[in-house]
């Protein structure tokens, strides 16, 4: 179902994100709809919003103790029809934002991120993260969060942060996510659909909450509203840590002095170096994202080509899961590494991936290396990548990265001036291109123009600019009276 959730574009909803109590409503028996398992999650896999637990993912599924997936997922697909009409209002989160052309994704699993804990209505019990492996640490967390008297109905999983917390720090992180709640239901009942009843929290706070560890001696904030903000977060939910927080008030910018304009500098570069050697190439297409490894200008026999090989690879793998998630990019990633002959160095360039990529919040999924020595990889993709979000298509190439060359371009404006002169009572075409076309047009293709002019009774007249785009081209064709004489051939060049 499309859902108008009041940004001006509409969302998707898949039949699999809606829960349970729209079956429900609409007369179905949820248990009877509800699959019992569903293979295909892979045990590390994380939500990017909120840590997964042996408990609910988000509405998508569980995995029991040496049992199959439990799934919150359909069996069978009710028509969406059927369980929501034209004009129905319902309480959805945006899970995935519109990439290209591609709408936001929705679900009605909502799901409120704090330091400690994910808030999830649906959920109904209490969950623990499945990274945390520690089986006396998970039931400790459980314990911990069943003597907190949580209202009934409201689920809470504990996220990875939680590991080692006190009973106090996650009473008060229940505290500030139900005080929240309280805000969404309050605004739901008393706002007209369709309005923004909850936004996530900003990028400084996000990252303040999602990677403050104990080891990070200091926060530093140069702006104003920016240190009040976090000031005020910490102090609601990381108290002990507010102390860390410090305001940066020198004339000298702050990226600067911590020397990081360089490392910004460098998401966008596309070939990255690698410490010893070598380098990664990394290409961004609609379809994929594909890295190239390269050794380098290395010299030596086979055997030390093998090694050297090994080497590179290792130092790739974990380069290529850093600029992964520094310039967040997801979907289908094809890494081409360097061949190498031996299994077992393979299977390790394979391991050093895996680990490198357990840092990811994103759920990320590794293929074995293929017989062309493609290892093959998927990662979540929530929003746009870092450079869909910083560039736009350079309006000269459209986004192709080439342009037509001078001779490319005469062709063509060749042919156009041609059909501009077939058209019935034209006098005069006058063509506008880039400096450099206009020379080959006046230059090389002069005798074709002369005899054009000669065969058809047209002048032709042919301007040049140096602030065109090189495949920039105005044409107009006027009658004897200087009146414009339409040409709708040209509507299918643009």
């Given at each position: 179902?499309?859902?108008?959730?009041?940004?001006?574009?509409?969302?998707?909803?898949?039949?699999?994100?809606?829960?349970?109590?729209?079956?429900?409503q609409a007369g179905y028996d949820p248990e009877e709809i509800m699959d019992s398992s569903y293979p295909g999650v892979d045990d590390d896999e994380e939500d990017s919003s909120?840590?997964?637990?042996?408990?609910?993912?988000?509405?998508?599924?569980?995995?029991?103790?040496?049992?199959?997936?439990?799934?919150?997922?359909?069996?069978?697909?009710?028509?969406?029809?059927?369980?929501?009409?034209?004009?129905?209002?319902?309480?959805?989160?945006?899970?995935?934002?519109?990439?290209?052309?591609?709408?936001?994704?929705?679900?009605?699993?909502?799901?409120?991120?704090?330091?400690?804990?994910?808030?999830?209505?649906?959920?109904?019990?209490?969950?623990?993260?499945?990274?945390?492996?520690?089986?006396?640490?998970?039931?400790?967390?459980?314990?911990?969060?069943?003597?907190?008297?949580?209202?009934?109905?409201?689920?809470?999983?504990?996220?990875?942060?939680?590991?080692?917390?006190?009973?106090?720090?996650?009473?008060?992180?229940?505290?500030?996510?139900?005080?929240?709640?309280?805000?969404?239901?309050?605004?739901?009942?008393?706002?007209?659909?369709?309005?923004?009843?909850?936004?996530?929290?900003?990028?400084?706070?996000?990252?303040?909450?999602?990677?403050?560890?104990?080891?990070?001696?200091?926060?530093?904030?140069?702006?104003?509203?920016?240190?009040?903000?976090?000031?005020?977060?910490?102090?609601?939910?990381?108290?002990?840590?507010?102390?860390?927080?410090?305001?940066?008030?020198?004339?000298?910018?702050?990226?600067?002095?911590?020397?990081?304009?360089?490392?910004?500098?460098?998401?966008?570069?596309?070939?990255?170096?690698?410490?010893?050697?070598?380098?990664?190439?990394?290409?961004?297409?609609?379809?994929?994202?594909?890295?190239?490894?390269?050794?380098?200008?290395?010299?030596?026999?086979?055997?030390?080509?093998?090694?050297?090989?090994?080497?590179?690879?290792?130092?790739?793998?974990?380069?290529?899961?850093?600029?992964?998630?520094?310039?967040?990019?997801?979907?289908?990633?094809?890494?081409?590494?360097?061949?190498?002959?031996?299994?077992?160095?393979?299977?390790?360039?394979?391991?050093?991936?895996?680990?490198?990529?357990?840092?990811?919040?994103?759920?990320?999924?590794?293929?074995?290396?293929?017989?062309?020595?493609?290892?093959?990889?998927?990662?979540?993709?929530?929003?746009?990548?870092?450079?869909?979000?910083?560039?736009?298509?350079?309006?000269?190439?459209?986004?192709?990265?080439?342009?037509?060359?001078?001779?490319?371009?005469?062709?063509?404006?060749?042919?156009?001036?041609?059909?501009?002169?077939?058209?019935?009572?034209?006098?005069?075409?006058?063509?506008?291109?880039?400096?450099?076309?206009?020379?080959?047009?006046?230059?090389?293709?002069?005798?074709?123009?002369?005899?054009?002019?000669?065969?058809?009774?047209?002048?032709?007249?042919?301007?040049?600019?140096?602030?065109?785009f090189p495949e920039h081209l105005d044409l107009e064709c006027r009658d004897k009276d200087a009146n414009l004489i339409p040409l709708a051939f040209l509507n299918e060049r643009?």
């Amino acid at each position: 179902a499309f859902v108008d959730f009041g940004v001006g574009r509409n969302g998707f909803l898949h039949i699999s994100d809606i829960e349970p109590q729209y079956f429900r409503q609409a007369g179905y028996d949820p248990e009877e709809i509800m699959d019992s398992s569903y293979p295909g999650v892979d045990d590390d896999e994380e939500d990017s919003s909120s840590d997964d637990s042996d408990g609910k993912r988000h509405g998508r599924g569980q995995r029991p103790r040496g049992g199959k997936l439990r799934s919150g997922r359909p069996r069978f697909k009710p028509p969406i029809q059927e369980i929501f009409k034209r004009g129905d209002e319902v309480l959805v989160q945006v899970i995935k934002e519109g990439i290209g052309t591609k709408g936001p994704t929705l679900s009605t699993y909502i799901s409120i991120p704090g330091r400690y804990l994910v808030l999830m209505p649906a959920l109904g019990r209490v969950g623990v993260s499945r990274k945390i492996e520690d089986e006396d640490e998970r039931r400790k967390l459980r314990s911990m969060m069943l003597e907190l008297q949580l209202p009934k109905g409201v689920g809470f999983i504990v996220r990875t942060a939680g590991q080692d917390r006190t009973r106090k720090e996650l009473s008060r992180d229940v505290a500030y996510l139900l005080r929240l709640w309280k805000v969404i239901v309050k605004r739901v009942k008393n706002q007209p659909a369709p309005c923004d009843v909850y936004e996530e929290s900003d990028i400084m706070i996000r990252t303040i909450r999602d990677t403050f560890t104990d080891d990070i001696d200091s926060i530093v904030v140069d702006e104003e509203a920016a240190f009040k903000r976090a000031q005020e977060f910490l102090e609601l939910v990381m108290p002990r840590f507010a102390d860390r927080l410090h305001r940066y008030d020198r004339k000298e910018p702050l990226f600067h002095q911590y020397k990081l304009e360089q490392e910004i500098a460098r998401i966008h570069q596309r070939i990255v170096p690698l410490k010893g050697g070598g380098s990664i190439v990394i290409d961004q297409t609609e379809a994929l994202v594909a890295v190239d490894v390269n050794s380098g200008s290395f010299r030596g026999g086979e055997e030390n080509a093998e090694e050297n090989a090994f080497h590179v690879n290792v130092s790739a793998a974990k380069e290529i899961a850093r600029q992964l998630r520094l310039r967040d990019l997801g979907g289908v990633i094809v890494n081409d590494f360097i061949d190498m002959r031996k299994e077992s160095h393979r299977r390790k360039v394979e391991k050093t991936l895996r680990d490198a990529m357990k840092r990811d919040r994103a759920r990320t999924k590794i293929l074995r290396t293929s017989p062309f020595g493609l290892v093959e990889m998927t990662r979540q993709r929530i929003r746009p990548s870092f450079k869909r979000s910083v560039y736009e298509d350079c309006p000269c190439c459209k986004g192709r990265s080439l342009v037509k060359t001078a001779e490319s371009m005469s062709i063509e404006v060749t042919r156009l001036i041609m059909m501009a002169c077939q058209m019935p009572n034209a006098s005069r075409v006058t063509v506008k291109v880039n400096e450099n076309v206009a020379a080959y047009l006046n230059n090389k293709k002069r005798r074709d123009i002369i005899q054009l002019e000669e065969a058809t009774g047209v002048m032709i007249l042919i301007l040049g600019s140096d602030t065109l785009f090189p495949e920039h081209l105005d044409l107009e064709c006027r009658d004897k009276d200087a009146n414009l004489i339409p040409l709708a051939f040209l509507n299918e060049r643009n």
